[in-house]
């Protein structure tokens, strides 16, 4: 396998929201009772916790660049599409966020389908993460020397983070949550 593949699969194994589930739900099958109670509820804290993060960097920005990009267009849509509007703009919305976690990897067509939204993504969560970075880097000076590369690395993370991987641990913990909560309650 060449480098760019190389590259290419590891890329797309982070993307891959079914794999991450897979892994995630076969670690936590066999807990029960009350162990499965406990971590269930963290996990489902933890994704409460990212809720408001998933919102900031991700949705709200996204919302807030296709409101504006499509607002002439359903606004000169017919009357009888008038009504679907609201349904169009939800999913214009969601489609990058679905894209990326829930096409299937390895086919090239879905492959640069998730390259595209998560261009798309991240070109709509950048001012978002731009402007949080640009107010903390007096944070940054005590790096001494390595304040620019450690503030440019954090804001890439970030970066990352806002397009995808903060959904990506939202939807595992989720899952995996409502999966221990249910076996907690099962008699084995």
């Given at each position: 396998?060449?480098?760019?593949?190389?590259?290419?699969?590891?890329?797309?194994?982070?993307?891959?929201?079914?794999?991450?589930?897979?892994?995630?739900?076969?670690?936590?099958?066999?807990?029960?009772?009350?162990?499965?109670?406990?971590?269930?509820g963290a996990l489902l804290a933890i994704a409460a916790g990212l809720t408001p993060l998933i919102w900031y960097f991700d949705v709200q920005p996204t919302a807030l660049w296709v409101n504006?990009?499509?607002?002439?267009?359903?606004?000169?849509?017919?009357?009888?599409?008038?009504?679907?509007?609201?349904?169009?703009?939800?999913?214009?919305?969601l489609l990058p966020t679905l894209f990326e976690t829930v096409l299937p990897r390895g086919v090239i067509f879905a492959d640069w389908l998730t390259y595209g939204a998560a261009a798309f993504d991240a070109t709509t969560d950048w001012p978002r993460v731009r402007d949080t970075m640009d107010a903390a880097w007096p944070h940054f000076a005590a790096f001494g020397a390595l304040a620019g590369p450690a503030w440019y690395l954090a804001r890439l993370a970030l970066l990352g983070f806002a397009?995808?991987?903060?959904?990506?641990?939202?939807?595992v913990c989720l899952v995996?949550?409502?999966?221990?909560?249910?076996q907690s309650f099962r008699t084995p």
């Open positions: 396998m060449t480098a760019q593949g190389k590259i290419h699969a590891h890329v797309f194994n982070a993307l891959d929201l079914g794999e991450a589930l897979r892994h995630s739900l076969a670690s936590v099958r066999g807990l029960s009772g009350v162990e499965a109670r406990v971590k269930g504006a990009a499509s607002g002439d267009l359903i606004a000169s849509l017919p009357a009888a599409l008038a009504l679907a509007a609201p349904l169009f703009g939800i999913l214009l919305h397009t995808i991987g903060f959904e990506i641990i939202w939807c995996c949550g409502v999966m221990l909560l249910y």
